[in-house]
């Protein structure tokens, strides 16, 4: 066994049932071919359709909604609508006001009710696409939304709205982590992250073969969507309570600029065949603040520290629309994490 390097120490999670204080689950809004930025004319109306980002929404809000809100300005409408209230709906409009527009958001809930409260927050476009349905257009806005969204955050770490850099461990018992292709999309995220590299047994704690450690940040859903809803009001924003049932409904709205940001929704609303659930479960544990990094993998699980606790995860159920919390999926979780936790050395 490798002798381990007293910088490579670090504090063990505490994995237990009795530990856990809540389980939830949340839906991903998929599509195969990745995330849709574009506009539409319907009569009088301008659609910005902003949706679709999978496993990303957190990580790529604010880089879709400036390409969102770059295709709005071709309108000459400064009164605006944006539909949905979740992280893309907050981005989408703080950008707006920041260029000057008067955006009232339209929304059957608001934080903490959303899809985006129960988003693990790590900054890391995963599951936005399947690499055979993407096109060259798509990899232009993923590049793009990537690198604007990873310099946005940068400028709001700090405890007010809840964003922190920490070390990243990816864990693997089948092999190295790989580079990503040129063809693949990814190829333009990897080079963001600081620092990464390729660990030696001696310079992690981790029963595993192959580790690897970058940086990167992670977003306090609870605090940061709080954090939005603050600037968004404090800048003379509006939010308006209101469930659409139909496109017919949004094109009665005031405001002939829209932006769609409805995640799911806009399969019913706009028709889009391609959206599908990724269903994800998460476990909580009581809070540990003396932990300082991150995990992902081995296998599918993860493991990030929150303040409002210790999340632990490891489900991608496509196609499930179910809401509800699986037992076995719980029990997963946790003896996964704790075979991984509890092997560690030092």
């Known amino acids: ?15 237990s049932p009795d530990r856990v204080i809540r389980t939830i689950a949340g839906l991903r809004p998929f599509r195969p071919s990745g995330f849709v930025v574009r506009g539409e004319k319907l009569g009088e109306k301008t659609v910005i359709h902003n949706y679709g980002h999978g496993g990303a929404g957190i990580t790529l809000s604010w880089g879709t909604s400036q390409l969102a809100v770059e295709e709005g300005a071709k309108a000459e409408a400064r009164d605006c609508a944006v539909i949905g209230c979740g992280v893309v709906g907050l981005s989408t409009a703080r ?32 599951s936005v696409y399947d690499r055979p349905s993407v096109t060259p257009e798509f990899r232009r806005q993923f590049g793009e939304a990537a690198r604007f969204a990873f310099r946005r955050y940068q400028s709001l770490t700090g405890d ?87 496109r017919e409904e949004l094109m009665g709205l005031r405001e002939n600029l829209l932006f769609n940001c409805t995640g799911l929704g806009a399969g019913k609303l706009f028709g889009d065949a391609e959206l599908t659930p990724i269903k994800g479960q998460l476990s909580f544990l009581l809070p540990q603040p003396e932990l300082d990094y991150m995990t992902v993998g081995p296998g599918d699980i993860y493991m990030f520290p929150r303040r409002d606790g210790v999340l632990l995860g490891c489900s991608h159920e496509r196609g499930v629309w179910s809401t509800e919390p699986d037992p076995a999926t719980t029990e997963r979780i946790l003896r996964e994490n704790a075979a991984l936790f509890g092997g560690m050395r030092g």
């Open 160 to 246: 007010l709205y809840g964003v922190r850099w920490l070390p990243l461990y990816t864990l693997s018992r089948d092999g190295a982590v790989a580079v990503a292709p040129p063809e693949s999309p990814n190829s333009e995220v990897q080079p963001l992250y600081p620092e990464p590299k390729q660990l030696s047994p001696g310079e992690h704690p981790f029963n595993v073969p192959f580790a690897h450690r970058r940086y990167s940040m992670l977003i306090e859903p609870a605090i940061y969507l709080n954090a939005l809803m603050r600037d968004y009001l404090l800048n003379g924003g509006r939010i308006a309570i209101r469930e659409f049932q139909s």
């Open 1 to 15: 066994m490798a002798v381990l390097a007293p910088g490579a120490r670090l504090s063990r999670v505490k994995v």
């Open 95 to 126: 950008l707006l006001q920041q260029r000057g527009y008067n955006p009232v958001i339209y929304a059957r809930e608001t934080p903490p009710s959303t899809t985006s409260n129960v988003a693990g927050g790590l900054w890391d476009p995963v």
